[in-house]
């Protein structure tokens, strides 16, 4: 259905919801990753709705916040992955869910993927660095992920530090993001087991174990408006426990 418009106030023409499918709206749509087995494809996963009557959901993708111009049916799945995405480009999503005759709910919660790097131009500031190897807390935000038995100039390590090392970026504007990305400091010797993520709007966020060889372990959760994120290593194996890169995406900068 390209070349449609549907927007998010419904004055394009959507059927009357269904009193059925109104629980929908109260449920958040999660999106559940990426297969980097082909490119230009997400999966999306939402809750399903308990309410009676309810036999399906379209996906809504757009690339402008409450404008889509493509809709797909999932079926009864509660998963949908969507493919031929442009490499490059911040897509918005939203579930509706249907019955039997067609009516259909209100917009679920809205998602976007892959959205804009944004922690480069935060303010970093970290429990310790170690200025004389070059290893500070800008660098886990320079866009290299870098480090130990490689360019360890690239990534940031603490003085010592284990457990309880802190690292704090944050931006003079409020910032929708849904994803962060952690690369663990590629040596061996050192690995993160645990952290959290703290954001300014008081949530809080697990992390497990971080890859040990400094691959990329992404991290997803419901939109949040922050302007300041925090992540605490709760528990490492080693000691100069740091990050070769921490990547925060949200809508834009």
Same mark, same amino acid.
């Given at each position: 259905?390209?070349?449609?418009?549907?927007?998010?106030?419904?004055?394009?023409?959507?059927?009357?919801?269904?009193?059925?499918?109104?629980?929908?709206?109260?449920?958040?749509?999660?999106?559940?990753?990426?297969?980097?087995?082909?490119?230009?494809?997400?999966?999306?996963?939402?809750?399903?709705?308990?309410?009676?009557?309810?036999?399906?959901?379209? /996906?809504?993708?757009?690339?402008?916040?409450?404008?889509?111009?493509?809709?797909?049916?999932?079926?009864?799945?509660?998963?949908?992955?969507?493919? +031929?995405?442009?490499?490059?480009?911040?897509?918005?999503?939203?579930?509706?869910?249907?019955?039997?005759?067609? %009516?259909?709910?209100?917009?679920?919660?809205?998602?976007?993927?892959?959205?804009?790097?944004?922690?480069?131009?935060?303010?970093?500031?970290?429990?310790?660095? %170690?200025?004389?190897?070059?290893?500070?807390?800008?660098?886990?935000?320079?866009?290299?992920? #870098?480090?130990?038995?490689? #360019?360890?100039?690239?990534?940031?390590?603490?003085?010592?530090?284990?457990?309880?090392?802190?690292?704090?970026?944050?931006? +003079? #504007?409020?910032?929708?993001?849904?994803?962060?990305?952690?690369?663990?400091?590629?040596?061996?010797?050192?690995?993160?087991?645990?952290?959290?993520?703290?954001?300014?709007?008081?949530?809080?966020?697990? /992390?497990?174990?971080?890859?040990?060889?400094?691959?990329?372990?992404?991290?997803?959760?419901?939109?949040?408006?922050? %302007?300041?994120?925090?992540?605490?290593? +709760?528990?490492?194996?080693?000691?100069?426990?740091?990050?070769?890169?921490?990547?925060?995406?949200? #809508?834009?900068?």
């Amino acid at each position: 259905m390209l070349g449609s418009e549907y927007r998010r106030d419904g004055i394009h023409g959507f059927p009357e919801v269904c009193a059925l499918l109104w629980l929908l709206g109260a449920f958040s749509l999660g999106l559940w990753g990426v297969s980097h087995a082909k490119a230009g494809q997400t999966t999306l996963k939402w809750k399903p709705s308990p309410s009676i009557g309810v036999e399906g959901y379209r /996906v809504y993708i757009g690339e402008a916040s409450g404008v889509y111009t493509r809709v797909l049916d999932a079926g009864s799945d509660s998963s949908c992955t969507i493919t +031929d995405l442009e490499e490059g480009k911040t897509y918005y999503f939203a579930v509706t869910a249907r019955d039997g005759e067609g %009516n259909e709910s209100g917009f679920s919660e809205e998602i976007f993927y892959p959205g804009v790097n944004i922690a480069p131009h935060a303010k970093v500031e970290a429990s310790s660095e %170690n200025i004389a190897t070059k290893q500070t807390a800008v660098k886990a935000v320079d866009g290299v992920a #870098d480090g130990w038995p490689g #360019d360890w100039t690239r990534e940031w390590a603490t003085l010592g530090e284990q457990d309880g090392v802190w690292i704090t970026l944050s931006w +003079d #504007d409020l910032h929708a993001v849904n994803r962060v990305v952690l690369h663990d400091r590629p040596s061996l010797n050192t690995q993160v087991l645990s952290a959290t993520l703290h954001f300014s709007d008081g949530s809080i966020v697990g /992390v497990g174990p971080l890859a040990d060889d400094g691959s990329p372990t992404n991290v997803t959760f419901p939109v949040k408006s922050v %302007n300041q994120v925090t992540l605490i290593i +709760d528990a490492a194996t080693g000691s100069n426990i740091g990050l070769s890169e921490m990547e925060i995406f949200g #809508d834009g900068f």
